[in-house]
């Protein structure tokens, strides 16, 4: 399984930027598609969830902000999206996507004035 983010970039705060993945492996393969963040130094952090059967979450540090949603219902089921608004400092970090237990590579999110 392949995986790779893109659409990062620097952004303003309060600004908005919409993160995509694509698999190698239609989506509803996986039991669940994840974003991941990580901050140089500290642990990834699980940003969104969603599961096969319909249904996401969220962290709490971006619940009513970010969304996710992935092209289930189209053929070929081969993307995932994070959109990310009224984005801050704080949510700068590589964003990664991951499908059950397969990583792909990252893209760098910078929010900064």
């Known amino acids: 399984v392949q995986l790779q983010a893109y659409g990062g970039g620097f952004v303003e705060p309060g600004g908005s930027l919409r993160l995509s993945c694509t698999s190698s492996?239609?989506?509803?393969?996986?039991?669940?598609m994840y974003w991941y963040r990580q901050i140089p130094g500290k642990q990834r952090e699980l940003v969104a969830s969603?599961?096969?059967?319909?249904?996401?979450?969220?962290?709490d540090s971006v619940n009513g902000r970010f969304y996710a949603f992935g092209d289930y219902g189209d053929n070929p089921k081969k993307m995932v999206f994070l959109q990310m608004n009224k984005l801050q400092p704080d949510d700068t970090a590589v964003y990664y996507c991951?499908?059950?237990?397969?990583w792909g590579q990252g893209t760098v999110v910078t929010v900064s004035s």
């Open positions: 991951k499908a059950d237990s397969w």
């Open positions: 492996e239609n989506i509803d393969t996986f039991f669940a």
């Open positions: 969603m599961y096969r059967g319909g249904g996401t979450s969220y962290a």
